[in-house]
């Protein structure tokens, strides 16, 4: 576009007004953290709230500078994080070839259905302790919880959006003789690419839960685990430094799915 | 002189299988289609006329009966038969030219020198060629009808289907996209099999009216058409029109 271009006075007034608006937004969200934290470090010390259960923004900061010079900390982040990852790609791709196996065969499909409903409705955590005999305490038992969590709505969601792919379509693909095979990788998976992106987006959130919980339940290092060990020994400003960095750690896993969500979204 | 005939109904009669029972939606339908010529299915809703379409195009096959496409019985999801739906259909994740060539590309033939130029020559004759690396999105609704068009005529058909392919389209749009249809169906010297409930649209485009009974379908009437006018648009001008709808109006019910 060209910058020189000139508005009309209406045009002008609506792209001021936009700027304004989003310029009050911007400001409204700093002021709204900094009163909080604020707020929260006032009380905190004048003793109102008791920092020993409640913690303060400072202590919190110094705690995180604690743990990152003592190195646990860095073990802890990658321990949660390569454990995240790992369990969202394994439940992205699992779930996904079982939507595609489900579409290829309606038999199939009727035959699972009941059972995909069952353990769609059935909350994973009360497998937890079976996951732990089986898996042992590790970060294979919180990859296997994150599979668990994210690969069922994976399928049902994938399933959904093949299904619902138009029945035109598929018929124009058949009276040019496109096989299956052609009808699934140039129709159903191309025209299902938003809700695609949409799974990968919802994922990101659910593998978080996953390894958070395959952690709660029984490992050794993850954060997790600090949350817990935090909480038994009563350092509250461990397990609040540790929740905000996992803020830090799932808000930017999300960051970066989320532009593909944009790009796709018809 | 006798004209070629390029499809042939004989005696078909089609079931459809529900869960509750056997629902009989053609009794036996014969007609025929001379070749170049332009026919329209009309009757009222729910008659079957779609069916007669898919059972054209191999992808129903039916009952009893037998359908000839330039003397040879249709095949399974036959190619030599191009089908144009209510919809365009083009795929959004795909440029027009990607579009245009979906048939090539599914029959392995994208590399073959003489489909790809006809399908550049299409596009140029009827101006999408500066279109050809947009995405559908970007094209008006009678652009992309003709795009969707020319996707089936790349395959080169013996005889183009036409499943109420205007139905979606504004009032405007539809005597626009009526007239470009018919005149690149003429053009290109192509024989045609158009299902409407719309009389002047049939009326407007076809040589050849075959009007179908209410369910279980039968031929009720066959109504030649003969206009003056060039194109869709001039024929609904015609004098005789009113009379001919007057005529087919009686006909369906």
Known sequence: ?266 | MQMKKILEFKDVKFFYQTKDSEVEALKNISFSLDENSFTSLVGPSGCGKTTILSLTAGLLTPSSGEILLDGKPIEKHDSRIGYMFQRDHLFEWRSIWQNITLGLELKGLKKDEKKVALAEELLKKYDLYNFKNKKPRQLSGGMRQRVALIRTLVLEPSLLLLDEPFSALDFQTRLKVCDDVYNIIKSEQKTALLVTHDISEALSMSDHIVILSKRPATVKEEVKIDFSGETPLHKREDKSFGSYFEKIWRSLV
């Open chain 1, 1 to 266: 576009m060209n910058k020189k271009q000139t508005y009309s006075k209406a045009r002008a007034m609506f792209l001021k007004k936009r700027k304004r608006d989003a310029i009050i937004v911007w400001v409204g969200r700093t002021l709204l953290i900094v009163l909080l934290l604020g707020l929260w470090e006032l009380l905190s010390s004048t003793g109102t709230i008791d920092p020993f259960f409640f913690s303060s923004p400072s202590k919190i900061a110094t705690t995180i500078g604690a743990l990152a010079a003592d190195g646990n900390l860095w073990i802890h982040i990658w321990t949660s994080l390569y454990e995240t990852i790992i369990g969202f790609i394994l439940a992205t791709t699992l779930g996904f070839i079982l939507a595609v196996l489900l579409w290829w065969s309606e038999r199939l499909r009727k035959v699972l259905e009941p059972y995909i409903i069952i353990l769609n409705s059935l909350p994973k955590i009360a497998l937890g302790p079976m996951i732990i005999l089986w898996f042992g305490s590790g970060p294979i038992a919180t990859v296997v919880m994150c599979i668990l969590i994210c690969v069922i709505i994976t399928t049902i969601s994938m399933l959904n959006a093949f299904i619902s792919c138009d029945n035109d379509k598929i018929l124009l693909m058949k009276s040019m003789h496109a096989s299956k095979i052609q009808i699934l990788f140039k129709l159903i998976m191309p025209n299902a690419l938003p809700e695609f992106t949409s799974v990968l987006k919802i994922n990101v959130g659910m593998s978080w839960v996953g390894t958070i919980m395959g952690e709660y339940l029984s490992s050794k290092a993850g954060l997790g685990y600090l949350i817990n060990y935090g909480t038994q020994i009563l350092k509250l400003d461990i397990v609040m430094a540790s929740i905000f960095i996992l803020c830090i750690l799932a808000t930017g896993m999300y960051l970066i799915v989320s532009p593909l969500e944009r790009r796709y979204k018809k």
